[in-house]
């Protein structure tokens, strides 16, 4: 049995930088190949894994998590941020856009007058080196297909 997509696989994966900076590990993560959204970035490195093996491979900032946005650093005047002298440089601010979405960014200036918040992703700009190792894999139910599918498509 190969992991693909109908199946769900269970993973240890570890995330480093360039530097080998470690930016993630997760242990025993369940997800739906091929429909989750788990490790998508990376599917295409994991396809037909066996259990038991383990892989590591590099992703290019392209399809990992793309390059830095300069559209996504933002500029916010002091009278649009409640509690404005809590936040800090390296701390997160959330905002709302369009009365629906809420997004996370991590503030990298501030002075009296505004803070500048980087909303891309904290990988975005880094080529991504994977190690994952397959713990298991199953078959998915009809059932959870159909509900990741559903779930996915309502985002």
């Known amino acids: 049995m190969v992991l693909t997509y109908g199946f769900i696989g269970k993973i240890n994966y570890t995330l480093k930088d360039n530097s080998g900076c470690i930016l993630e590990y997760k242990k025993e ?9 788990t490790l998508s970035e990376a599917l295409s490195y994991i396809e037909n894994m066996k259990i038991g093996e383990i892989r590591s491979f590099i992703v290019p900032k392209e399809v990992a998590f793309g ?6 650093i933002v500029t916010i005047p002091k009278k649009h941020i409640d509690n404005f002298d809590k936040h800090q440089i390296g701390g997160y601010l959330l905002a709302t856009e369009d009365s629906t979405d809420e997004l996370s960014g991590i503030i990298i200036d501030k002075n009296d007058e505004y803070i500048v918040v980087d909303f891309n992703h904290p990988f975005a700009g880094k080529e991504i080196y994977y190690k994952v190792e397959l713990l298991s894999i199953r078959r998915a139910t009809d ?3 159909d509900g990741k599918i ?4 309502n985002r």
């Not at 993560?29 to 959204?37: A, K, R, S």
């Open 29 to 37: 993560i369940e997800f739906l190949f091929g429909v989750d959204d």
């Open 67 to 72: 390059d830095i946005n300069s559209e996504l």
């Open 143 to 145: 059932y959870e297909i």
């Open 150 to 153: 559903k779930i996915f498509k």
